[in-house]
Structures are given as structure tokens and as C-alpha cells.
């Protein structure tokens, strides 16, 4: 695969406009990478549970990686897919392809087979890399019976444990001296307008998209969260959202090289050992999904949290009481934000906005990034008015992966972004997410905003997590369904939920009226509750079928 063979929405006029207007800087992350290997050598860039690089170090050995993955091959426009854990190495293939202009694809260790060769068969991977075990998950087995179905696949190289039959220990890339050899050419590096990486959208609704980015489109989402956020090098990221997707791709990894600070990588949530990270690396700043805010917020510590200045959460619907005490247990700035894979963290809150705008909305655009909430037929609603959400701006990316029909489908005709959410924007320009378009529960006719529901449940004081899927109702249409996980030793009633939500003035339509006891949510890498899971679920307990 060549640069040119990736067709893209990128024109010449969006190239221009955004230079510009400064949106767009024309960087790349390996001029970054030689700019702390000169200035700031000896301090730590990346840090995982079994080692670390200094920013001279880490320079080093990615150009060792990037010879030998170009002695394997691997060439400006050549695919490569990484399924690795938040490990030391997965940044080392990120900066090695930038430095090839090779284009990367993060793939979410929790990702199996069918998954894999759908991916690889349609990028034309030439190189997958994998751990030996995480999880005590075999990836080298599972890949193994891959070989004969992606035939483009030429290299496996396996990570930290024994490869299998035709695989290479990724030792290989950083244990021989590739750049030492004799007629090796400079490497070419990236094109900060051609495309760099292809990410899959994580699949709420069961299809995934490979979705196309720029070294300027992905930075351009970096640059205005550092400015809000006051970001600086001295700054210590912790980050256990995947590498495999653009939470941890994006404020961990590119965050992290714009600052030449120091990234910390979690490669399993956990808040125990999240806490201890945190006091013993001087951590600042992390992000991650609603569930990493609630057990870093509920689960008891000893630890010194202190250092910790800045939560971003965001990924997917988070609940007002959860912001109110995580402000309060853990001492630090709580900013909700909204973004997808197509565009990054396109809102947040900043660390001056008044009280009512970080306990009650999602943030308002950063700059470069535009919102509009419209109705059905696409016309702009007054504000405080829900409606669907579309986005456009800088950071937007440049189309699906041999999916034109899918990338013009998401697009107004003058270019506005559908993003399937429902919104709702104040006079002050301040989005609140109230839902996805198909999470919208119609009953008799009436909408069910699922979101405030589920904000009011989750404050319940048995109530751990909650999430509210529409029902087939042959008379109504829909009816709503909570699936409830009650908080440890506790256990809840839809009576009890009918008669809390008594206590709230609710609307008495937008009651729940079957409730699903489970102890756990399908969950996306990304942190997001897959409700078409949860409707097979549903499917299943009530017809004794599968969906």
C-alpha cells in the first residue's frame, strides 16, 4: 500500500485554509522526538511497569526499531498493525513508523481473530506485532491461525515471551544494530498531510470504521487541550486507556511528545495500582472513561493523590453526582469532555469554568472546532433544545478506509460531521450530551432522553452503574429497560427504582419499567457501554433466543 493508494477527503483548499488560520502547524512527531533527545536527554519520557526511556534513550532505540522494520519491508505507505498492551514498546513502533512515513494501525489487545482479519485483510498489513501473552490470552496462537487467511500478512513479531511457528521476537528490532549496517539511506519520515494512521472506531453499534488521520489533523485536537489545560513539560501523564485507541493514542502518546514531559503507562485498570502510580511517579494529569473516574473516586486509599491536578473524562456519558465527587474526594480539576475517534476531544471544560458548567454540561468546543444541534430536517434548534449533534473543525479526520459511501453518508452536504449523538447547547456555547441518536427510547410517540435517566439512577445509593436500553413494545413502540449493577452486598427493586425516581418529579413515561440485574457492562476499549449488547441481552432473556 502506498500514500497514494489511500483515498481521502483531504483537499488542497482544507490544506491552505487551516495553514492559515494556525490550525494546522505542518509538524510531526519525530521532529519532536530529536528536539527532547538533544535539549532534555536524561529525562524520563515513557514509563512502564518494567522499565523506562529517557527522551535520548527512546531516540536511540526508534531508530534502531525503524532500520530494522525497514530491512523487513517496511516503507513510506506500508501498513502496520500493533495489538499491544500499554507497554514501552508500543510507542516505539508508533515513533519507528513516523520516522518510515509507514502508516500505523492501533489495535486494543481485547480484540480477537474475527476482528483482526477483518482489519488486515482490508489494510493489507505487511507487519503485525503482539504480545505473547496478556491477560492469559495466547496471541500467538490466535494469530497462528490467521496466517492463511490475511495472505499479505508478512511479519509477526512477538512481544515480551516466546513468538510462535514463522514468528520473530520483537528483541529482534531492538537488539541488532540495524542502523550501524553499511548503505543505509536517511529515513524519510512522515508527511504531516498524508495519512499516518488508520483507527478502528471501537463499535457501540456493532460495525467498526477505519478511520483515516494526519499527522495535522491529530494534532490539531493537542494544541488547544494544552492551552486550556495548562499543560506543560513538567507535567506526568498517567494513562491505562489503550494505546490501541485515541484516548490513549492522543493524550497519552501525542500529548506527551508535544510537551516532552513524561508519559506513565497503566497496561491494566486497576485504582489500587492507579493510586500508586500516582504518588510514586508525581503524577498530574490522566484520562480516561467514566468507569476509571468512578473506581479512582470510590475505591478506598492511602495514597497520596495530591500530585494529581487534571482528570479529563470523557468517552462516554458521565454522571453529574460522579463529577460532584470526584471534585470533592480527589482534590483535583474534573473535565468533562466530548470527542469520538473521528475527531478527538473536540469539547472540554476549563479550569476557570464556573461550578454550573462542569457538574451539568460536557464542555464547550476548543478552538478550531465548531457544534451545531439540529432537528430532524437539519435546521438549527433555539438553545437548552435537544437535537442531533454534527461538528466540524480542524481535527476532523479525512474519511473511512475504502469507505467512501460510509464517509459521505456521515457528512452533511456542506460538511458537517453526523455523529449519531443527541445534544443540547446553552447560550454560552456549553454542549451536554443527553444520548446517542439510537438510544433514544420512542414511547407512544414521546422521546425518552435515556441520559437524564440514567444521571438520576446512578445517584441512588445502591446503585453502582446503570444503563437504559429501549424495549419492543408492540403498542407503544418501545419501552425502557434499566440494566442495574447493584453496588457490592446490595441488591434493588424496579419498585425501588419506581419509587426513587417518585422522589426526582420525573416525568412518570420515562420510568423504567423492566429492570436486568448484571454485574458487568460489554464495554468498548474506549469505555463506552455497548447498548446493542445489552438489547441482545435483553433479546435473549425475554424471547429465549438470540438476537
Known amino acids: 500500500m502506498s500514500p497514494t493508494a489511500i483515498e481521502t477527503t483531504l483537499t488542497e483548499a482544507r490544506i491552505q485554509d487551516s495553514l492559515k488560520t494556525k490550525l494546522w502547524r505542518n509538524e510531526t512527531l519525530e521532529a519532536y522526538l530529536d528536539r527532547w533527545a538533544t535539549t532534555r536527554p536524561d ?49 516505539l513502533l508508533f515513533l519507528a513508523a513516523s520516522r518510515l512515513g509507514a502508516v500505523v494501525n492501533p489495535i486494543p489487545p481485547t480484540y480477537r ?76 519520515g512522515s ?37 486550556r489545560l495548562a499543560f506543560t513539560d513538567r507535567d506526568v ?72 491536578r487534571v482528570f479529563i473524562c470523557a468517552g462516554a456519558s458521565i454522571p453529574r453526582q460522579l463529577v460532584k465527587d470526584a471534585r470533592e474526594r480527589l482534590r483535583c ?14 469539547t472540554s471544560n476549563g479550569l476557570a469554568d464556573p461550578e454550573e458548567k462542569v457538574f451539568g454540561t460536557d464542555g464547550r468546543p476548543l478552538p478550531g472546532m465548531e457544534l451545531r444541534v439540529v432537528d430532524e430536517d437539519g435546521r438549527d434548534v433555539p438553545s437548552a433544545t435537544e437535537g442531533d449533534l454534527l461538528v466540524r473543525g480542524s481535527a476532523q479526520f479525512v474519511g473511512y478506509f475504502k469507505r467512501p459511501a460510509f464517509t459521505a453518508e456521515g457528512h452533511t452536504p456542506d460538511g458537517w460531521f453526523k455523529t449519531g449523538d443527541r445534544a443540547a447547547l446553552d447560550r454560552d456555547g456549553y454542549v451536554s450530551i443527553t444520548g446517542r441518536s439510537k438510544d433514544v427510547i420512542i414511547r407512544g410517540g414521546e422521546n425518552i432522553p435515556v441520559v437524564e435517566v440514567e444521571n438520576l439512577l446512578f445517584a441512588h445509593p445502591k446503585i453502582a452503574g446503570v444503563a437504559i436500553v429501549g424495549m419492543p413494545d408492540p403498542r407503544l413502540q418501545e419501552r425502557a429497560c434499566a440494566f442495574v449493577i447493584p453496588k457490592p452486598g446490595q441488591s434493588i427493586t424496579l419498585e425501588e427504582i419506581v419509587a426513587y425516581l417518585d422522589t426526582q418529579q420525573l416525568a412518570r413515561q420515562k420510568y423504567p419499567e423492566r429492570l436486568e440485574i448484571v454485574s458487568e457492562f460489554p464495554m468498548t476499549p474506549s469505555g463506552k457501554i455497548q447498548k446493542y449488547r445489552l438489547r441482545q441481552t435483553l433479546t435473549e432473556r425475554t424471547t429465549g433466543t438470540s438476537a
Open 237 to 308: 501523564i498517567l494513562m491505562s486507556s489503550t494505546l490501541g485507541h485515541q484516548t490513549g493514542y492522543l493524550y497519552g502518546y501525542c500529548l506527551n511528545m508535544l510537551l516532552g514531559a513524561t508519559a506513565v503507562w497503566l497496561d491494566v485498570w486497576n485504582p489500587t495500582e492507579a493510586g500508586r502510580l500516582i504518588e510514586t511517579e508525581g503524577v498530574t494529569f490522566t484520562m480516561g472513561a467514566t468507569p476509571f473516574l468512578q473506581d479512582l473516586t470510590y475505591t478506598p486509599t492511602t495514597r497520596d493523590l495530591s500530585s494529581l
Open 113 to 188: 481473530a474475527s476482528e483482526l482479519r477483518f482489519m488486515m485483510n482490508l489494510l493489507e498489513s505487511q507487519v503485525l506485532v503482539i504480545p505473547a501473552v496478556f491477560r492469559g490470552f495466547n496471541y500467538p496462537e490466535m494469530v497462528a491461525g490467521l496466517r492463511t487467511e490475511t495472505p499479505r500478512l508478512e511479519h509477526v513479531f512477538v512481544a515480551r515471551g516466546e513468538p510462535g511457528p514463522g514468528m520473530k521476537p520483537f528483541s529482534l528490532l531492538t537488539d541488532t544494530v540495524w542502523e550501524a549496517r553499511e548503505g543505509r539511506s536517511p529515513l524519510p
Open 333 to 346: 480539576a474534573i473535565s468533562a469532555g466530548w470527542g469520538m475517534t473521528e475527531n478527538g476531544l473536540v
Open 43 to 91: 529525562k524520563a519520557a515513557v514509563v512502564d511497569l518494567v522499565g523506562r526511556y529517557t527522551w535520548a534513550g527512546l531516540a536511540r532505540i526508534v531508530e534502531r526499531v525503524a532500520y530494522g522494520l525497514r530491512a523487513h519491508g517496511i516503507e513510506r505507505g506500508s501498513a502496520i498493525s500493533i495489538q499491544l498492551p500499554n507497554w514501552n514498546e508500543f510507542v
Open 191 to 227: 508527511d504531516p498531510n498524508t495519512v499516518h494512521e488508520v483507527v478502528f472506531t471501537s463499535g457501540t453499534t456493532g460495525e467498526p470504521k477505519g478511520v483515516l488521520h494526519t499527522p495535522n489533523t491529530v494534532l490539531s485536537t493537542i494544541y488547544p487541550a494544552i492551552e
